[in-house]
């Protein structure tokens, strides 16, 4: 199954998102979820962004939280609202919120 | 085109949950996919009419209205809108009242269900 997954926190959810079986898992980083994507600590990235190579996170929820698009982590694909939905249905047979 | 039905659950009007589900729903209508909204929790809260708009402040009217318009399916929990003062005559016209077995109808009928849940 293919499962695509919106991280919408800025906690480690490792816990959960282990226990997911996928043979593809992309994580969808949204609302405060995107300072994954942005936010190092000690010099290092979130270690969610070690999970899988399918990265994203929605421009819009980082614009809103003064940063820049140039701010994300280079694994991660910025994308906008039309964008999610392509991935809801082009990329992912389910879908899930964290 | 896909079929999404989306559940809104905790959504207090000027969330982020609720905000990015009328969003989410616009960019799916928009791409010309059949989108099903379904409002329990708090987020009935918004189905009432005639809100006041205020400068930088989320309210859900203009949204909804738009998101009709564009023929989204919008339903809300009847259970949870009136337990919170709401009666139906005074909700959005257009804007449906039913049970938990219409959201679940709609979840069979989808190709994709996404459940926001929990802030």
Known sequence: MKLGVFVSDFALTTDTLE??????????????????????????????????????????????????????????????????????????DKIAWL | MGNLTIGCYPGLVGSMTYDFALKLADAAATKGHKVSIWFSGNATGSVKANQKHLKDYSTGEKYLKALLEKGVEICTCEACTVARGVKKDEGIPGIQWNAMHWYLAKIYSADRVLLIGGE
Not at chain 1, 24 to 34: A, E, H
Not at chain 1, 49 to 73: C, F, H, W
Not at chain 1, 76 to 91: A, M, P, R, S, T
């Open chain 1, 19 to 92: 226990r997911f079986k996928a043979d593809k898992l992309g994580i969808i980083l949204v609302q405060n979820g995107v300072y994954h994507a942005t936010t190092k600590e000690n010099g290092k990235a979130s270690s969610l962004l070690d999970k899988t190579p399918n990265l994203y996170a929605l421009s819009e929820d980082i614009q809103i939280r003064g940063m820049k698009d140039a701010d994300v982590d280079k694994r991660v694909k910025v994308v906008n609202y039309g964008d999610v939905v392509d991935l809801i249905f082009n990329e992912y």
